[in-house]
């Protein structure tokens, strides 16, 4: 079936750093891919989309683009702040019986040192 | 405009109980999708419901149910619960149906069975 994997966390870093995420799916047809980002006690945010192949996503300094050769949709940001603490999460949405669904992966925990 | 809203934020129940959570979605979203995070399991969807009926329903068993009211609140609910029951359920809502539209999530209820 359809699926996401990410990068295991947590990772750690310090302001200003350059970060990287990696996120591969495995999906018939044409997914949209998403990135969400999740703040502790909060529900998820979106944090940028991409809906076909070479799109280009981005948000507050963060973008991933489709990569359907490589099945691909790495989250970089060049410079991280304390503020971007925080669990992200890939995911992948298609139409399923009619509707569509979100299947995420694992999420992947970010601590940003000062 | 105001998010979408979850309530009870948190609560208790005991194994063998039952439990009824509510949704509601922003104004004019018609359709209301349920997900359940657990740390073992990530982030699973429940079911889609659009306009009163039921699209899609995910992996679960028959103890969790669902459903839509006419003014598109949404009402997920879990019978004999188990240990294993205890999550993060997160609703999220859209104005359609359909990968164009932007799925926005709600805080969340808390669940623990104890």
């Known amino acids: 079936g359809d699926s996401v994997t990410q990068m295991e966390g947590p990772v750690t870093l310090s302001e200003e750093a350059f970060l990287t995420i990696n996120c591969t799916y495995t999906a018939t047809g044409y997914p949209s891919l998403f990135w969400y980002v999740q703040y502790p006690g909060e529900g998820l945010q979106l944090l940028l989309k991409a809906t076909k192949a070479d799109d280009k996503g981005s948000n507050k300094g963060f973008e991933a683009t489709y990569r359907k050769e490589t099945t691909s949709f790495h989250l970089e940001k060049g410079s991280v702040q304390v503020s971007d603490s925080a669990v992200y999460f890939c995911?992948?949405?298609?139409?399923?019986?009619?509707?569509?669904?979100?299947?995420f992966g694992q999420g992947t925990e970010l601590s940003v040192k000062p | 405009k105001a998010g979408v809203t979850q309530t009870p934020r948190y609560l208790i129940k005991t194994r063998g109980q039952q439990v009824t959570l509510s949704c509601s979605p922003i104004?004019?979203?018609?359709?209301v999708s349920w997900y359940q995070q657990t740390p073992g399991q990530g982030l699973q969807f429940l079911f889609e419901y659009f306009s009163e009926t039921q699209r899609n329903k995910g992996n679960f068993p028959g103890r969790f149910s669902g459903r839509q009211f006419s003014n598109s609140r949404s009402e997920m609910n879990v019978s004999t619960l188990e240990l294993g029951d205890s999550a993060l359920y997160l609703c999220a809502s859209s104005l359609g149906q359909g990968l164009r539209y932007e799925q926005y999530f709600g805080p969340g209820t808390r669940l623990t069975v104890t």
């Open positions: 104004s004019g979203h018609r359709s």
């Open positions: 995911a992948l949405s298609k139409i399923y019986n009619q509707g569509g669904k979100l299947i």
